[in-house]
C-alpha cells in the first residue's frame, strides 16, 4: 500500500496539470514536497522505535499517510494538494526505516539481500496496482468524481485498513527474541532512561553517522527513481492513452519487482565467496545499466505511439537491471555493519541522507524541461499529446537520468575499502551488551 500510494499522483499528473492548471515544476514541487518531508522527517521512526513496538510505529503512520491520500482527493486548490502532499510525506518517513529495520531483523546475514528483495518484489506489485488503478481510472467519473479524485480515496480507505490490521496482528521480531538484543535488566534500564525523556546519548548519533557514510557514496542515484514520476505524463504527451500509457509503467515496474528480487539474491549467493566486495560489484553493476538504458528509451527509439512494443521491451530489461541497488547492496551492508539496535535510526538517516537530495529531482526535471528545452503548459495540449512537450520532457528525464547513475557508479568505489572495516568493527564487539543504544 506504501508504494501504491506513492505512484498514485505521478500516475494522474495529467489529470492534475489540467484540474489545476499546473505545468511540469509545479507537478514536480509537489514530488519533492512529500520527498523532502519523508526524508528529513525519517529520523522521528528511529525515535519511535525506541519507545513503542514497531507494529504501533507502522500503524501511526500509515493513518497519517492514509488520511493525506484522502485528503489530496478532495482538494480544491492546488496549495491544499501541496499541504496534504506534505502530511503524506510525514506518513512515510514513519514507515519506511521502521519496516525496513523489521525485515533486517526478521533475516539473517547472507539472506537479507533475498528478503529486502522479497519487500521490494511485494511494494513493487502494489505499486504496479496503484498506479494502473489510477491511470485507467482517471478517464472516467465515478458518481459525479472525477475518476483520479475517486482513486485517492479509494486507495486511503485500504491503507487505513491495513494500517489497523497491522497494529493488531503483527509481531515485532524484538518480542519474539529478544536475548538477540540484550538481557532485560537493560532493556528495562534503557525504558526507564527514555520514558523519563532522557534522550539518547551523542554516541548513537556518531555510530549513526560512521555507519551512514559507507552508503553515502551512492546518494546521487537515487536521483532517477525520483525523476521517473514524468514517465507517465512523458508517455501521454507522446500520444499513449491513458491504459497503454499504465501498461508501459506496468512493464517498467514488473521489471524492478523482478530485478529487485533478483539483485538481492545474486548478491547473497556471490558474497558466500567474496564477502567484502559482492555487493558493492552488483550495485555497480545496476548503476552503471542505467546510462545505456536511459539513452535507448530517451534518445534511440522514435516517440511515436507506433513504437509501443519497444517501449515495453525497453522498460522492462531497464527495470530488471538498474533496481539491484537497495536490495543488493545498501539495506543488506546497513545491517552488517551497524550493531541490532541502531539499526531503525540507520535506515531513518539513509532515507534523510537520500531522499532530502534526491527530492530535488522532480522539480529539477520541470525546470530543465522549461527553462532549457522549451517546455510551455499553456500551449501544450495535454489531451491529444504533444511532439513538442514530449521532446522537451524526455530531454529533461535524459539530463537527470544518466548523471546521477554515472556519479552512482563511481561513488560506490570507495566501498572497497571502508565496508570491511566497519564490518569487522561491529563484530568485534565484546559482548552483546555493548550493541545496546546506551
Known amino acids: 500500500m506504501e508504494r501504491a500510494d506513492e505512484n498514485l499522483l505521478p500516475a494522474v499528473y495529467k489529470e492534475v496539470s489540467?484540474?489545476?492548471?499546473?505545468g511540469p515544476t509545479d507537478l514536480g514541487y509537489l514530488t519533492f514536497l512529500m520527498n523532502f518531508l519523508k526524508s528529513i522527517a525519517s529520523p522521528l521512526a528511529g525515535v519511535l522505535a525506541l519507545q513503542y513496538d514497531r507494529p504501533a510505529v507502522l500503524a501511526i503512520g500509515t493513518v497519517f499517510w492514509a488520511v493525506s491520500t484522502g485528503a489530496v482527493g478532495v482538494s480544491q486548490y492546488f496549495q491544499q494538494v501541496a499541504f496534504w502532499r506534505a502530511v503524506?510525506?510525514?506518513?512515510?518517513?514513519?514507515?519506511?526505516?521502521?519496516?525496513?529495520?523489521?525485515?533486517?531483523d526478521s533475516y539473517k546475514d547472507g539472506t537479507r539481500g533475498a528478503g529486502f528483495g522479497l519487500l521490494s518484489l511485494i511494494g513493487s506489485i502494489g505499486g504496479i496496482g496503484g498506479s494502473i488503478l489510477a491511470t485507467i481510472m482517471a478517464g472516467r467519473d465515478y458518481w459525479g468524481l472525477p475518476g483520479w479524485r475517486f482513486a485517492f480515496l479509494m486507495v486511503a480507505f485500504l491503507s487505513l485498513l491495513i494500517g489497523l490490521l497491522v497494529y493488531f496482528y503483527t509481531v515485532d521480531p524484538r518480542k519474539v527474541s529478544p536475548s538477540h538484543f540484550g538481557d532485560d535488566e537493560d532493556h528495562h534500564e534503557r525504558s526507564h532512561l527514555i520514558g523519563n525523556g532522557i534522550?539518547?546519548?551523542q554516541s548513537i548519533w556518531k555510530d549513526s553517522w560512521i555507519a551512514a557514510r559507507s552508503v553515502m557514496k551512492g546518494i546521487v542515484g537515487s536521483l532517477p527513481w525520483t525523476a521517473v514520476v514524468f514517465f507517465t505524463m512523458w508517455f501521454e504527451l507522446i500520444g499513449f492513452d491513458n491504459s497503454s500509457s499504465a501498461a508501459l509503467n506496468s512493464m517498467f515496474a514488473i521489471g524492478c519487482a523482478s530485478g529487485s528480487f533478483l539483485g538481492g539474491v545474486i548478491a547473497d549467493r556471490?558474497?558466500?565467496?567474496?564477502?567484502?566486495?559482492?555487493?558493492?560489484?552488483?550495485?555497480?553493476?545496476?548503476?552503471?545499466?542505467?546510462?545505456?538504458?536511459?539513452?535507448?528509451?530517451?534518445?534511440?527509439i522514435p516517440q511515436s505511439v507506433d513504437y509501443w512494443s519497444a517501449f515495453a521491451v525497453?522498460?522492462?530489461?531497464?527495470?530488471?537491471?538498474?533496481?539491484?541497488?537497495?536490495?543488493c547492496a545498501n539495506n543488506p551492508m546497513f545491517a552488517e555493519v551497524v550493531p541490532p539496535k541502531h539499526r531503525t535510526m540507520i535506515y531513518a538517516f539513509d532515507r534523510a541522507f537520500e531522499g532530502s537530495f534526491a527530492s530535488l529531482a522532480a522539480p529539477a526535471v520541470g525546470m530543465v524541461t522549461e527553462k532549457i528545452y522549451g517546455y510551455n503548459a499553456k500551449t501544450v495540449n495535454l489531451e491529444n499529446g504533444s511532439v513538442a512537450g514530449a521532446y522537451a520532457l524526455s530531454r529533461g528525464l535524459l539530463t537527470m537520468m544518466i548523471v546521477p547513475f554515472g556519479l552512482c557508479f563511481l561513488f560506490y568505489s570507495p566501498l572497497y575499502f571502508v565496508?570491511?572495516?566497519?564490518?569487522?568493527?561491529?563484530r568485534r564487539l565484546p559482548s552483546v551488551k555493548e550493541q545496546e543504544l546506551i
Open 18 to 22: 489540467a484540474a489545476f492548471n499546473a
Open 88 to 104: 503524506n510525506g510525514l506518513g512515510l518517513a514513519i514507515v519506511i526505516p521502521a519496516l525496513q529495520s523489521f525485515i533486517a
Open 199 to 201: 534522550f539518547p546519548p
Open 270 to 300: 556471490l558474497s558466500k565467496y567474496y564477502p567484502d566486495s559482492a555487493r558493492i560489484m552488483c550495485a555497480q553493476f545496476s548503476a552503471f545499466m542505467g546510462i545505456p538504458f536511459s539513452w535507448i528509451l530517451l534518445t534511440v
Open 314 to 327: 525497453t522498460l522492462f530489461l531497464m527495470g530488471i537491471t538498474i533496481s539491484w541497488c537497495a536490495t
Open 419 to 426: 565496508f570491511k572495516r566497519d564490518r569487522e568493527n561491529v
